[in-house]
Antibody, heavy 121, light 109 residues
Framework: QGQLVQSGAEVKRPGASAKVSCQASRYTFTDHYIHWVRQAPGQGPEWMGWINTYNGDKYFARSFQGRVTLTRDTSITTVYVELSGLRSGDTATYFC??????????????WGQGTEVIVSS | QSVLTQPPSASGTPGQRVTISCSGSSSNIGSNSLIWYQRLPGTAPKLLIYLNNQRPSGVPDRFFGSRSGTSGSLAISGVQSEDEADYYCATWDDSVGGVVFGGGTKLTV
């Protein structure tokens, strides 16, 4: 069925960068895109972008373009998101999510447990 | 501000039918299929409904999704205490060029 395991919580200063990992297991890694979604306290989820785990192609939400980096390491079935220029508004729980893979973008059938990123001076 | 509009809260007593609405526009719900997620306290979101009305395996058949025009809804027939959670609608938005979510509806049973 699959599993996504994310790295632990991080506390960062404004202006710093945060890098979160998401390791996939129990399914064929390159068969599904991985997306990143964040949710700030008391707000709805916010989609950040996706990475094609097969060829590395990426697509970002406009609000994150230029500030987010998505990478993957197929040898350890892991995807990374790095957000630079952190500000207080980036304080949120960050989730990786597996695309269902049937062409319906936004259908995430497997989620990581979430990684809390706190931005504070 | 979320692109999709949901009521912030909903409530029901066990066994009642509860409906949660999701309103959008022609560039999102009006032209793309609707998705629903359930988020139980302290857990990651879980896929509940996709392609407007399809349930993944393991989702109880008391959950129903529908879409009409630029809005949609999630109905829970015979709501149970274990259904107490936050519910989010989502879809692709052609204007934004990305996945958009609703602000969420907190269901109290």
């Amino acid at each position: 069925q699959g599993q996504l395991v994310q790295s632990g919580a991080e506390v960062k200063r404004p202006g710093a960068s945060a890098k979160v990992s998401c390791q996939a297991s129990r399914y064929t890694f390159t068969d599904h895109y991985i997306h990143w979604v964040r949710q700030a306290p008391g707000q709805g989820p916010e989609w950040m972008g996706w990475i094609n785990t097969y060829n590395g192609d990426k697509y970002f939400a406009r609000s994150f373009q230029g500030r987010v980096t998505l990478t993957r390491d197929t040898s350890i079935t892991t995807v990374y998101v790095e957000l630079s220029g952190l500000r207080s508004g980036d304080t949120a729980t960050y989730f990786c999510a597996r695309d269902r893979g049937k062409g319906d973008i936004g259908v995430f059938d497997l989620w990581g447990q979430g990684t809390e990123v706190i931005v504070s001076s | 501000q979320s692109v999709l509009t949901q009521p912030p809260s909903a409530s029901g007593t066990p066994g009642q039918r509860v409906t949660i609405s999701c309103s959008g526009s022609s560039s999102n719900i009006g032209s793309n299929s609707l998705i629903w997620y359930q988020r139980l306290p302290g857990t990651a979101p879980k896929l509940l409904i996709y392609l407007n009305n399809q349930r993944p395996s393991g989702v109880p058949d008391r959950f129903f999704g529908s879409r009409s025009g630029t809005s949609g809804s999630l109905a829970i027939s015979g709501v149970q205490s274990e259904d107490e959670a936050d519910y989010y609608c989502a879809t692709w938005d052609d204007s934004v060029g990305g996945v958009v979510f609703g602000g969420g509806t907190k269901l109290t049973v």
